[in-house]
Nanobody
Framework: QVQLVESGGGLVQSGGSLRLSCAAS????????MGWFRQAPGKEREFVGA????????LYADSVKGRFTISRDNAKNTVDLEMNSLKPEDTAVYYC???????????????WGQGTQVTVSS
């Protein structure tokens, strides 16, 4: 198993930027594809972006494409989510997660962090 801890959340004004980071420990980090998900109050958890084991492939939700960028550093066991041009509708708890393959499906991710709150004010 891999243990995941997110950081970097906070309060930002609409149009601003935040960078989330997820630190992994436990099993070999490079064995896993990594994803970012988010959950707003009263809504289901939704896919944001994902990156393959080596970082060569990425996937994004249409709602964040062009604004968010996911990257990873296998030497440091971290995966980051750079968020630009933030909107109030991006407000949610953001989670990183690990999967055996690159996927957009919540059910494919077996290991989850505790989440970090992102709030975008209008």
């Amino acid at each position: 198993q891999v243990q995941l801890v997110e950081s970097g959340g906070g309060l930002v004004q609409s149009g601003g930027s935040l960078r989330l980071s997820c630190a992994a420990s436990g099993r070999t980090f490079s064995d896993y594809a990594m994803g970012w998900f988010r959950q707003a109050p009263g809504k289901e958890r939704e896919f944001v972006g994902a990156i393959s084991w080596g970082g060569g492939s990425t996937l994004y939700a249409d709602s964040v494409k062009g604004r968010f960028t996911i990257s990873r550093d296998n030497a440091k066991n971290t995966v980051d989510l750079e968020m630009n041009s933030l909107k109030p509708e991006d407000t949610a708890v953001y989670y990183c997660a690990a999967a055996s393959w690159l996927s957009t499906k919540t059910s494919d991710y077996r290991n989850w962090g505790q989440g970090t709150q992102v709030t975008v004010s209008s």
